[in-house]
């Protein structure tokens, strides 16, 4: 008896739990196995670089907030630096150190978020993501105090930061920092015996490193595959040469070795935090800048390290107060590329637990 | 910078947690009348339990109608009453099962009732969130929120769905749910179906579940729900097997099929099934939670994959059914885990004084609070991962385990020692040949677990860069 099986499509999303936002895969299977796999975005175009170019480079900055929801200080910080590369403004000292507290702690916010969402795919119901959220609140509530909003922050400016801490804000910093040890050794102890979480996230999902630099890749994703490359250290901005701190990478490759250097990520960035709160100096937060900052005709493109990877601004100017041009580099979409390498001849659970160690925000990708 | 400084709470909602009464303001709170009905309330209860303790010393009670600890009696008496007038035996049969039928309905029921309300609140528990607290005291009529809201939902039939086949499920997968609480002995005279083959009834009634599950996914229409259908068969088939090989363990060496015999034969020996073969009550325990569809074994409504598995198409009360039912599942497996490994309505000798429906109930919920827990912790398999478990390494294992419980109960039967010396060394020699199995198998199978907790390497400064720098630290 012979048996013949007949592939189906399968449409995952763009409304799906483990999607992440309004993704959509089309997927063929054959059983449990992905034959193809379509990836398509767009479902949230907002056409921000198109409206970017209406508005000042200031009136920018609540864009990069909208563009990664979850990582909106880097997002800031990104833009910031472009413009003031451009137009030569310089940040005080003082703000430089704020800025670099602030975007690391949106890496751990956003980190926690990546694992949380990571493990609920593989199936725990929501109580890693729930744990990991603990951290994402006090984060947010730091965020809260300084600058009123707790996603969509705003905060970064060109030529230093909006608003300066309260006094309350340093005590709960140094009250997070100091339990932050102690929670990742609690997620380790919990989640890194867990036989049901290594088999599903071990040798599942390996990007070599040949591909990932052939895809492009960056941040975590890169990282993961044994690959030891961030901007923090390669091309220091803000102040980031004055800390010390290492940078993890993984040895497959696999799921595994994403979730596990976004771990070992959080503590560097506790440590950043840690030296940054000891050496930051007194002084302004921000310099004067002209209210409609004109640029020298031209071109630059400039980078910082998101909790996704690289996030790069591409920005012409033609000497007026608005961009001529305006590009975001989504590492969050560049990293996707790859899925559909990964995901062909992998199982849907695979495939899904995969989709999570990329670790995707679709305010970005579709901008 | 010195002054203290000051906390505030981020929201209106954190300040309301931070706010909320400890639980002795609560009860300070509590007004007079409850307080007046609570005293009176432990005070009648305490009362009961010393009348109750009077009449078991006094031997008064053995087998009197009114013994609560057994509400079997009273049924029986009624029986025997009624044919003493005369009555013909049919209506006899009709009016006592209606009785029993009652009983096991109201007790489905109850369970699901309060099953829904510990599960969400004990999972918030798990997860740092509060859980349903709004709907009442503690959140306790929240169930009957659940259920009023999903009944004025309005069910939508798929397009192209097979809609006679598509109404069928909801109904038909409660009748396993139901059916398999006849043979639970709650009490010694307090089953509603006293069978010889209880085990085999209680196997086959377990497989009725299937077919909903494949109705539902066949005529849902939905690809979601066709996979989830294909999973739930595939797990179900393999698993029926472990969970029998578990059972058959038990009759082996309890001698008997029937589920009465099987309680009363472990309250007799004052000894647990599940310290004499723990491996039959891991495997039957992992088995039915595959066969239940509960984590860490819920491929088959997968959220994360397969959005809700074979019911993604149902809607309203139909998929309130299928949500009710799988704890209705889970408060059964609870039953029969507790009738068959540990000790049924028996616990060490207190069944004399307390009764055993209470026992059993409180066992019962032991069980379902150990699922509950596994589904707050525990990540969810990868279906070959799963099936390879069953085929692999829980129906070998079960079968050496039944060949040499085979051999123990022939041993049980014809030696002489003390029954207490024997079954003791029964329960040491299957935990050391379950301990050395499980290792030896592991070993064949390729695991290591020292290969599998790896750290990221961590790089400093100077060694930073693309392939050649991977392949420089790969090579360390």
Redesign the interface.
């Known amino acids: 008896m012979t048996t013949s099986a007949e592939p189906?499509?399968?449409n995952i999303g763009p409304q799906?739990?483990?999607t992440h936002g309004v993704f959509r895969l089309r997927v063929v299977?054959d059983?449990?196995i992905i034959r193809d796999l379509d990836m398509i975005v767009g479902y949230l175009h907002r056409s921000m670089e198109k409206l970017a170019e209406e508005r000042t480079y200031t009136q920018n900055i609540p864009f990069t907030d909208r563009a990664d929801y979850l990582a909106a200080m880097t997002g800031n910080l990104g833009l910031a630096i472009a413009v003031e590369r451009m137009t030569g403004v310089e940040a005080p000292d003082r703000a430089e150190y704020l800025r670099v507290i602030f975007a690391e702690l949106q890496r751990i916010a956003s980190h926690a978020m990546a694992n949380g969402t990571l493990?609920?795919?593989?199936?725990?119901?929501?109580?890693p993501l729930?744990?990991m959220f603990?951290e994402r609140?006090k984060i947010?509530?730091l965020f809260?105090m300084t600058c009123g909003a707790?996603l969509t922050t705003n905060y970064m400016r060109i030529g230093g930061v909006s608003f300066e801490p309260p006094?309350?804000f340093?005590?709960?910093l140094q009250e997070l920092m100091d339990e932050m040890p102690e929670r990742t050794d609690e997620y380790a102890s919990l989640l890194?015996?867990?036989e049901?979480?290594?088999?599903?996230t071990?040798n599942v999902g390996i990007i070599t490193?040949?591909d990932a630099?052939n895809g492009s890749l960056s941040g975590p994703a890169l990282?993961g595959?044994?690959?030891?490359?961030?901007l923090r250290?390669?091309e220091p901005y803000c102040v980031y040469d004055r800390f010390d701190f290492?940078?993890?990478?993984?040895?497959v490759g696999d799921v595994?070795?994403r979730f596990?250097?976004r771990m070992?990520e959080v503590k560097q960035s506790v440590r950043i935090i840690k030296q940054a709160v000891e050496q930051i100096p007194p002084g302004p937060h921000k310099n004067d800048i002209p209210l409609a900052l004109r640029p020298e005709p031209g071109e630059i493109y400039s980078r910082v390290e998101s909790p996704r990877g690289e996030i790069g601004f591409y920005l012409v100017s033609d000497g007026t107060p608005a961009p001529y041009r305006f590009h975001l580099r989504s590492p969050a979409l560049i990293n996707l590329t790859l899925l559909r390498e990964l995901g062909v001849g992998s199982?849907?659970?695979?495939a899904?637990v995969t989709l999570g160690s990329i670790d995707i925000v679709l305010g970005e990708i579709d901008r | 910078m010195s002054e203290q400084p000051m906390r505030r709470p981020a929201t209106p909602m954190l300040q309301q947690i931070e706010d909320r009464p400890g639980v002795r303001e609560m009860l300070l709170g509590v007004p007079v009348p409850f307080k007046v009905f609570g005293a009176v309330f432990g005070l009648v209860g305490a009362l009961v339990m010393a009348f109750i303790g009077y009449l078991v010393v006094d031997g008064r009670l053995e087998g009197e109608w009114y013994d609560v600890r057994d509400l079997g009696l009273a049924v029986q008496s009624l029986r025997e009453w009624l044919t003493d007038q005369g009555v013909d035996h049919r209506i006899t049969w009709i009016i006592t099962g209606s009785i029993g039928g009652i009983g096991i309905m109201s007790v489905l029921g109850g369970w699901l009732l309060i099953g829904s309300w510990v599960e969400r609140r004990v999972l918030a528990k798990f997860q740092i969130r509060m859980g349903p607290n709004r709907t009442g005291p503690f959140g306790l009529l929240q169930p009957i929120a659940d259920a009023v809201k999903l009944m004025s939902k309005e069910i939508v039939i798929p397009f192209g769905a097979d809609r006679f086949l598509y109404y069928i499920p909801p109904v038909l997968i409660f009748v396993p749910a139901m059916l398999g609480w006849a043979p639970i002995p709650w009490a010694p005279n307090m089953n509603y179906l006293d069978i010889d083959v209880g085990v085999l009834y209680v196997i086959a009634i377990s497989s009725i579940g299937v077919l909903a599950v494949f109705l539902a996914g066949w005529s849902s229409n939905n690809h979601y729900s066709l996979l989830g259908a294909m999973r739930t068969v595939a797990m179900m088939v393999s698993y029926e097997i472990p969970i029998s090989l578990a059972l058959l363990s038990v009759v082996l060496l309890t001698g008997s099929m029937n589920l009465g015999e099987i309680v009363a034969w472990q309250g007799h020996y004052h000894v647990w099934v599940i310290f004499l073969i723990p491996f039959a009550a891991f495997a039957f325990l992992f088995a039915s939670t595959a066969e239940i569809n509960r984590t860490p074994n819920d491929i088959g409504e997968a959220e994360s994959e397969i959005v809700a598995g074979f019911y993604t198409e149902y809607s309203g009360m139909k998929a309130g059914l299928f949500m009710g039912v799988e704890l209705g599942h889970a408060i059964l497996v609870g039953a029969v885990m507790s009738t068959f490994f540990l000790g049924g309505y028996t616990f060490f000798g207190l069944e004399e004084w307390v009764p055993g429906y209470l026992i059993l109930a409180t066992k019962i919920g032991a069980v379902y609070f150990l699922f509950v827990w596994l589904r707050g912790t525990l990540p969810r398999f990868r279906l070959d991962q799963l099936m390879g478990f069953a085929w692999k390494f829980l129906i070998p294992l079960g079968i050496i385990q039944a060949f040499i419980v085979a051999i123990e109960a022939s041993v049980f039967a014809r030696s002489d020692a003390p029954a207490l010396i024997t079954l003791g060394a029964f329960g040491v020699v299957n935990l050391a040949i379950t301990v050395v199995l499980v290792r030896f198998w592991a070993d064949r199978l390729g695991y290591s677990p020292a290969q599998h907790r790896t750290v990221p390497t961590l790089v400093s400064d100077g060694t930073l860069g693309g392939l050649k720098a991977a392949q420089k630290i790969r090579a360390t």
């Open positions: 189906f499509v399968l799906h739990p483990s299977m059983g449990e493990i609920s795919d593989a199936g725990a119901w929501q109580t729930l744990y603990r609140e947010l509530d809260e707790r006094a309350e340093w005590p709960a890194l015996d867990n049901i979480f290594l088999a599903r071990r490193p040949e630099i990282r595959s044994g690959v030891p490359w961030d250290k390669a290492d940078v993890p990478v993984g040895t595994y070795d596990m250097v070992e199982s849907l659970p695979d899904v």
